[in-house]
């Protein structure tokens, strides 16, 4: 049994109309007079769609019965039927002969489908490519963040199936310890040591990706003294194109900001309630004694956070 597109079966619910209105055609004759034609014309309107009724059925009696006659019934009726019936027709010869009409189509599909296979597997070339080189760049940039014995890759599987962005499924992978096999960044990285890495992708994508703002939280965890310091230089470094937040606790990663907010919570009647405020200049540098002297904030401790604040500014002329 020959399929029979969604789109046409509508047409069988007016086959019965339809007939009668050919029928009603072929009687009057084409050549009898304006009146009947134009007593036909206006049937049709009534109650058809003039492009639903020039479709299949209509069209093949206007092909096989009135032949040359179409140029007639185009000229009394004022209306460019050649225009209208154009496209029925090349649509009409493709579902009369549908099986050549489908192998034509997956012929093409296949051609398709090889050529974007090549482009696919052009674009995993490059990535593997430029993947080899962000990755040599990105363990730099972590023995600097106290990665010592780091080894770092991205690794590409195939997808099943063609997608917008290709066939590649990229992943990095990752060893912090000598000995250890890599696996999957997601799948050991912690939140400090995940903030850390992120923070050595963005040091190397400084001027290329397109990111606004980027988010540190808990990047100074396990480190302190010159990791810290260099933490803070990339920062400031990833700082001079987007907006770079950051939450810490470490006094060198403070001082190189060029705001300061502080989170305070408080309880009132029975509420509590988080405020963030920004601190003017005179309290950053008591926030930031705070942070290196603790509870107790001397003068020694003051001036030491002013000398911080000082060379921190130094770094970023």
Excluded at 119 to 131: F, N, S, V
Excluded at 233 to 261: P, W, Y
Excluded at 270 to 297: D, F
């Amino acid at each position: 049994m020959r399929y029979v597109p969604h789109e046409y079966q509508e047409y069988a619910k007016e086959f019965i109309i339809r007939e009668k209105v050919s029928a009603l055609f072929l009687d009057c004759g084409l050549g009898k007079t304006v009146i009947t034609l134009t007593a036909v014309w206006e049937l049709l309107f009534d109650y058809f769609d003039i492009r639903k009724v020039l479709v299949i059925a209509p069209l093949r009696v206007a092909r096989d019965t009135w032949g040359g006659e179409l140029e007639k019934w185009e000229h009394l009726s004022g209306i460019g039927l050649s225009k209208v019936l154009g496209p029925e027709k090349e649509r009409l010869a493709a579902l009369e002969d549908y099986d050549a009409y489908l192998a034509g189509m997956e012929q093409e599909m296949q051609e398709s489908k090889k050529h974007l296979t090549k482009l696919c597997t052009k674009a995993t070339e490059i990535r593997k490519r430029y993947g080899e080189m962000l990755s040599s760049a990105v363990r730099e940039h972590l023995v600097d963040l106290n990665f010592l014995n780091v080894a770092f890759e991205m690794r590409f599987d195939t997808l099943g199936d063609f997608t917008a962005g290709g066939l590649d499924d990229a992943e990095f992978f990752i060893s912090t310890n000598p000995g250890e096999p890599l696996r999957p960044l997601m799948k050991i990285a912690s939140g400090g040591e995940l903030s850390r890495i992120m923070l050595a992708v963005k040091t190397v994508l400084a001027d290329k990706d397109d990111i606004d703002t980027v988010i540190f939280d808990e990047i100074d965890t396990g480190i302190s003294g010159r990791t810290a310091q260099k933490v803070s230089e990339k920062m400031m470094l990833i700082g001079k194109n987007r907006q770079v937040i950051c939450i810490t606790h470490l006094a060198q990663i403070a001082a190189m900001a060029d705001s300061h907010f502080r989170i305070e919570k408080q309880v009132k009647e029975g509420e509590t309630k988080t405020q963030v405020r920004r601190l003017n200049e005179k309290e950053s540098i008591e926030e930031l004694a705070r942070i290196l002297g603790g509870a107790a904030i001397t003068d020694a401790v003051i001036k030491n956070a002013e000398e911080m604040k000082r060379l921190a500014e130094a770094k970023k002329c």
